[in-house]
């Protein structure tokens, strides 16, 4: 394929020597754009470059974090922004990203930092007026507008900033990637230029990257191995309600979630994320489960809506989850279906997390079966009872890990029935909780039934 030109997805970064009107990777439509080849330059025999050093001679210290005092954002980032670190940030279009950006650009700067904001799709009077709006006036901001990698690196040298802020890294040209247009290959280079600048001048990079239709951020995999850490911000666009995940971070846990509330004056920390989650629930309505899910090492409540129906499509139902994972829902209903003789094969199944919130722990099972079950029987669950436990394949009920944590969260939170798995009865005898130990599914029906 040297020296001709080619056909490369923007989506998932496919290469291929002609064109398709899908790509055959990710199935994304018109998709491919043609690229040609970089002109590879000559690298020299030796960077120059450190020799090996004991790892028992390295000074741990080494790694030092900043507290920004925003409390869900340096909770997402495990504890303060690592300095020298390069992180990325994805989010829908007006999600709020640069309005986060701003607002940390703004208490770095009042810690004295030297911030570098670059953007590539605002004027300096947009970014202006939206710092008027969030009442930002710090004379170490600096901003740049609409410019080129060369422009950036030139400005990181004359200035010297403490941080820098991309936004977007889509709208970064390069003339050594000019041929490449907006190709993922030109993506990748330019962040490897960036990364590179952040490594040499020691300063902290953000970069704000587009996310495509899918979710996920434009650009390959490897635009996400090559950052320190990839936070996504989230939010159902009809509340004010945004999530900061962090889905990579060298520095600290996964799935760790910052919850953050959009105002007029800007982006709030919001104090007490489970009492938001579960504030509009419908507790009496057949159909809801509250689970204590585990984020990072904080726990939230959280609600679990199912809705069960007769399917028109005979023999072919629909099963739809949003925020879980579609095969552990089959997997589920199967063993519903073996396990207590309920027909779910001839119903369409709707499982749905809300407030955009994603559960990946299999502790959530025996919550996912509760509002199945609740659905389709039309029982109305305890308004007041947590379910917790993991479902195996025989339909037994396996124990979970942070019993202790989830627990105290739902107690804080005024719930006083707890269904958990029989192998962890060890709990202490709290008066006020009924708490029943359940052995297996039919344990659990018997026991909705009542
Ligand atoms: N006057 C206002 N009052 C309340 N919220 C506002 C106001 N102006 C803007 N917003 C909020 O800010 C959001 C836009 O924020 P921002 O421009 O930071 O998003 P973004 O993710 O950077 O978008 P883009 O992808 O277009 O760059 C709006 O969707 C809205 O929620
Ligand atoms: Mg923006």
Redesign the pocket.
Known sequence: MKNSSFFECIECGFQGPKYYGRCPQCQAWNSLVESAPMEEEESPESLGSQSPQKINAIDPQEIQRLLTGMDEFDRVLGGGIVTHSVILIG??????????L?EVAAVLSEKGKKVLYYSG??SAVQIKL?AE?LSIHSDNIFLFTIGTLEDLQRHVKELKPDFLIV??IQTITSRKTQSLGGSVSSLRLITAAIIELAKKNGITVFI?G?ITKEGQLAGPKTLEHMVDAVLY?QGE?QT?IRLLRAEKNRFGPMNEIGIFQ???KGLTSVNDPSQVLIQNRQSRLPGTAIFPAMNGLRPLLIEIQALVSESPFAGNPRRIAIGFDNYRLSMLLSIIEKKLKLPFYKSDVFLNVTGGMIIREPAADLAVCSALISSYKNISADPNAVVMGEVGLTGEIRPISFLETRLKEAIRQGFSTFCLPAAQNQMTNNNDLSVFFIENLLDFFQHMKK
């Open positions: 989010g829908e279009p007006g999600v709020g990203k640069s309005t986060l701003l799709e605002e939206r709006r936004d977007s704000i587009h911000f666009m004010d959009m105002t007029e």
